[in-house]
């Protein structure tokens, strides 16, 4: 039985696709650039966490209605026929009390 040696040379040209490159290097980019990028991604992250978190923690708090949303019925006065707005106790023409 012979025993064949292979050169260095040899063995590296065979494995070369087995060679593991860095992550950033596999996107065209350097170092920094790579690590910018991940800090970028990552910061996106915890802050679409952090505002999902809050939406769903919020209380939800009764807003005033405007006057202008306000239904004001219109009555009028038993005496004199004037338009009253209502819960008038008083006519603000004449001044007969409502009942």
């Known amino acids: 039985m012979t025993t064949q040696w292979v050169s260095t040379n040899e063995f590296e ?3 070369t696709a087995y060679r593991q490159i ?3 290097a596999a996107f065209g980019m350097n170092d920094p650039q790579f690590l910018m990028l991940a800090g970028f991604v990552i910061l996106i992250l ?3 966490i952090l ?3 809050v939406r769903t923690r919020r209380v939800a708090i009764p ?3 405007k006057p202008s949303q306000l239904k004001m019925e219109r009555v009028f006065c038993i005496n004199c026929g004037a338009r009253l707005p209502s819960g008038s106790r008083f006519c603000g023409k004449c001044g007969t009390e409502q009942t």
Do not use: E, L, M
Request: hydrophobic share 45%.
């Open 13 to 15: 040209s065979t494995h």
């Open 22 to 24: 860095p992550a950033y």
């Open 46 to 48: 915890v802050v679409g």
């Open 51 to 53: 505002v999902i978190f």
């Open 63 to 65: 807003r005033q209605a």
